[in-house]
């Protein structure tokens, strides 16, 4: 009897959030984004919803109000316009990620710091 052959291509949901506030979007800005070892992003708010997935290394990932969590190579995260990151760390190796910016038609990545 020979095994089932697989597919050539599969695909997985990783992450199905909605977004807070609904606004359209005109265009993604896609960055690599690189945290050298124990770099704290510090408690922040985006102008924007990102999404994004950890590429190398791992972070302590927490937005305000919920548990924190390790995120590691392959782990998908999302932080919502205006909602307080309250934690995005890299750990002892580092981190390299990738983050997807939903911007408006005319408006630009934007992070400004709070009181954590």
């Not at 548990?67 to 590691?72: F, K, T």
């Amino acid at each position: 009897m020979t095994e089932p052959e697989e597919p050539p291509m599969s695909r997985t949901v990783l992450m199905d959030v909605p977004l807070a506030v609904p606004a359209g979007t005109e265009r993604v800005q896609a960055r690599r984004i690189s945290m050298r070892p124990g770099v704290a992003s510090g408690a922040h708010v985006h102008n924007c919803p990102v999404v994004g997935s950890i590429v190398a290394g791992s972070v302590v990932y927490q937005v305000a109000g919920e548990p924190a969590r390790m995120l590691g190579p392959g782990d998908v995260f999302v932080e919502p316009a205006g909602v307080p990151v309250a934690r995005f760390d890299a750990q002892d190796d580092g981190a390299v990620f990738l983050a997807y910016f939903l911007l408006r038609d005319g408006e630009e990545p934007a992070i400004t710091g709070v009181d954590g």
